[in-house]
């Protein structure tokens, strides 16, 4: 047979009500930070698709290397694991 269920006290509504209200400050906190991400000059970069298809488009990013790619020097790939 199956044990009665132990009887609802009220620290339990409280412990439920705590964990209730945690859940909804971060909620809020996480929204405030999809707003704050989505506004114009926030500090997250974004990328301006039409530019960059314009540039694409005119042929200024093709065919070309990146200005800070170069090729891996020996002393780059000697130094035992350690990053330049």
């Known amino acids: 047979m199956i044990a009665a269920a132990r009887p609802w006290h009220p620290r339990d509504t409280r412990f439920l009500g705590l964990i209730a209200l945690a859940l909804a400050l971060i909620a809020l906190h996480l929204g405030e930070g999809l707003d704050l991400a989505a ?4 500090g997250h970069r974004v990328i301006d698709r039409q530019a960059l298809e314009r540039r694409i488009e005119a042929g200024d990013l093709r ?3 990146a200005l800070w790619f170069h090729q891996t020097r020996p002393e780059e790939t000697s130094g035992g694991g350690r990053t330049p």
């Open 63 to 65: 065919d070309r290397e």
């Open 39 to 42: 506004r114009a000059g926030s």
